[in-house]
């Protein structure tokens, strides 16, 4: 890895008035007569390139590095994320594109699911091609917590040593993947749209990257584990199956592992809202609404599909919906089975949270927006002429339907 070095018997008054005049991030600045390097240097060059002759120069570490042995890791692992309510579904999701990429590299799948009393529970997991669901109960496992749970974690890599590993992006998923990927010193990538395995082990785990200009492909070839996050809704569950081959193992880990200083006084249950990610049907409706109050239209449509009303970003920063309401990378994922978009120009971080709904009708006055790329039936016009004809349509068939 390159680092920038600064020969200090070149640094006198006027050269660092000089570089510092170079600099557009702040990576440099003056102290007792010393020019230092800030945390906001990003290694542009400039200073090199513009400055004083030979007073900053960039070098390479010298320091070899070591290659992992990667046959010592293998197979991938699901984290099963669960409450009292069940299982969530983006476990099932995940075991899914395991099995997936397990088939690239012929590697087993593993599940690793930690807590109390959730021999059945794991049991169950069988049934969608998991090989083996490794299991921690313990009655301090009951609820979450960080420490225990995270040394558990940690115990369950050293002693199965999977080569990836894959875990929801729920609350407690982007609590707990972090705090383990830095016990092990390796990557972590959050939020995939998209995974892909290589014959030698390496996931490439795609996201949206700069303002979801570009889909950066990131890879840790000397690392292991493999540590992603996924969305719920980004990938398909399998379906079960009726004669599950797998096994399960109950895992043992010391006391003293579970202890915390950290005590769980009192859980309130969360009043439960409609969740925009596991609607059917939704419309939504984006910057093409000139004000709030025509959202009614998109809202009649809505009811009369017994449909979800949803957003993208610019309506739910303008406070017009609550952030709950928002499709996309910044809001929630969903997988509708009838996805209306009403004036969305269809951006990179929209169609990431939409784009595997069964049925797409987009609505938009511009032929060239980029939503017609995922849309399964385009409608070139504008909203305040097409969704009062689509009322219309809709209570006609409605009612013909009725009669």
Request: glycine letters at 6%; aromatic letters at 6%.
């Amino acid at each position: 890895m390159a680092h920038l070095v600064i020969h200090k018997e070149l640094v006198n008054k006027e050269n660092i008035d000089k570089v510092l005049k170079i600099c557009p991030f702040g990576g440099l600045e003056s102290e007792c007569d010393e020019l230092l390097l800030t945390a906001g240097c990003k290694m542009c060059g400039l200073c090199i390139k513009n400055g004083p002759h030979g007073m900053i120069t960039k070098e390479e570490d010298q320091t070899p590095v070591v290659q992992i042995d990667k046959s010592a890791w293998k197979g991938i692992a699901v984290y099963v994320d669960h409450s009292s309510s069940g299982i969530h579904n983006v476990t099932l999701e995940l075991i899914g594109k395991a099995r997936e990429l397990a088939s690239v590299t012929k590697e087993p799948v593993y599940a690793l699911m930690i807590g109390h009393n959730i021999t059945q529970a794991a049991q169950s997991l069988l049934k969608y091609g998991v090989d083996k669901v490794y299991v921690y109960d313990y009655p301090a496992l009951q609820d979450f917590l960080m420490e225990p749970y995270a040394n558990v974690f940690e115990d369950f890599i050293q002693k199965v040593k999977p080569s990836s590993i894959l875990v929801g992006a729920t609350n407690l998923g982007r609590t707990l993947a972090p705090r383990v990927a830095a016990r092990f010193h390796t990557g972590l990538t959050a939020d995939c749209t998209k995974l892909e395995m290589k014959e030698n082990s390496d996931i490439v785990q795609i996201r949206p990257a700069f303002g979801g200009n570009i889909m950066a492909q990131i890879i840790t070839p000397n690392s292991r584990p493999q540590f992603a996050t996924v969305r719920y809704k980004i990938f398909s569950a399998p379906a079960p199956a009726a004669n599950p081959a797998g096994s399960l193992e109950k895992m043992t880990i010391a006391d003293d592992r579970l202890k915390t200083l950290v005590r769980i006084l009192s859980v309130k249950e969360k009043e439960k809202v409609m969740d925009i990610s596991e609607a059917d049907v939704i419309v939504a409706a984006g910057r093409g609404f000139k004000t709030q109050a025509d959202l009614d239209m998109a809202r009649e449509l809505a009811d009369i599909l017994g449909a979800q009303l949803a957003c993208s970003r610019p309506l739910a920063e303008s406070n017009w919906f609550d952030a709950k309401h928002q499709i996309g990378l910044s809001g929630r994922t969903v997988h509708a089975k009838l996805l209306i978009t009403l004036g969305i120009a269809g951006k990179v971080q929209f169609t990431a949270g939409m784009k595997g709904s069964d049925c797409i009708i987009a609505v938009n006055s511009d032929p060239h927006a980029q939503i017609f790329d995922v849309a399964h039936y385009a409608v070139v016009g504008d909203l305040y002429e097409i969704v009062p004809q689509l009322i219309t349509l809709c209570k006609e068939a409605k009612a013909h339907a009725l009669s």
